[in-house]
């Protein structure tokens, strides 16, 4: 899949990374998630929630909540609970008070959700109750894999026999190796992608990598960032 990119070049602070005629250049290990987080604020802005459109404050003087907010914040459109991946093509800048709302819901639940949400009538509080309902059968069974939770033209069908793996981790089994572990013995599925460069270099999803090796032999859904490179050292 092709990584959103901002259409100008662009040098991140300290040469970390490049964006160069439409292509991505990272050249520090460890960069991607502040890279990522850097990109979709060049693309969508930190001034204004996309949910409620609400505009961030820059003047203490500018008080009303019905226009203002004091955070920005950045949410994953498909949780990562499920699976979501940190790239521009998954995040958008929000408020904090719909980030937090949003929770784990995908985007589409979460629209439905706001149509209720702040109405306390006897009617909108049945909606919602059923509503959370459904929404907790529907996250179980993403979960299991009985619903599909990636969209399936973001994953390579390339059966990828080598990745490069160029950072060094002192303590790769730490929280969030056996949380990520804990999910897959009861689910029986892998909770995330890797995320690697069009030259195969690891990305994102090291935890990913060493879950399926340690546990089963299976194929690593895999995400190929087509316009990005790792290259270690910008020229």
Known sequence: MKLM???YNYMFEGEIAEVKDGVL??????AFKEVMYKLTYLI???TECCFCHKKLRTDISEIDED?????????????????????????????S???NLKGNMYLDEFMEYCKFETKIDKESKILKRKFKEELQLKQEKRKYGQI????????SDELIRTIYVNFWISEPLGVEYF???????????????AIISQNRFLLDGFNTILLAKY?????????VLENVYYKGFPE
């Open 44 to 46: 969508f802005g930190e």
């Open 25 to 30: 250049y990272i050249y520090r290990p460890g």
């Open 179 to 193: 949380k990520q572990e804990k999910f897959y013995k009861k689910y029986k599925r892998l909770p995330k992608l």
């Open 215 to 223: 546990n089963f032999s299976e194929k690593i859904n895999v995400i």
């Open 5 to 7: 990119l901002p259409d």
């Open 97 to 99: 008070r719909c980030n």
């Open 148 to 155: 599909e939770s990636i969209p399936k033209d973001w994953i």
């Open 67 to 95: 226009k203002y907010f004091s955070q920005i914040t950045l949410d994953h459109l498909i949780p990562q609970e499920f699976g979501g991946p940190t790239i521009p093509n998954n995040m958008r800048p929000t408020c």
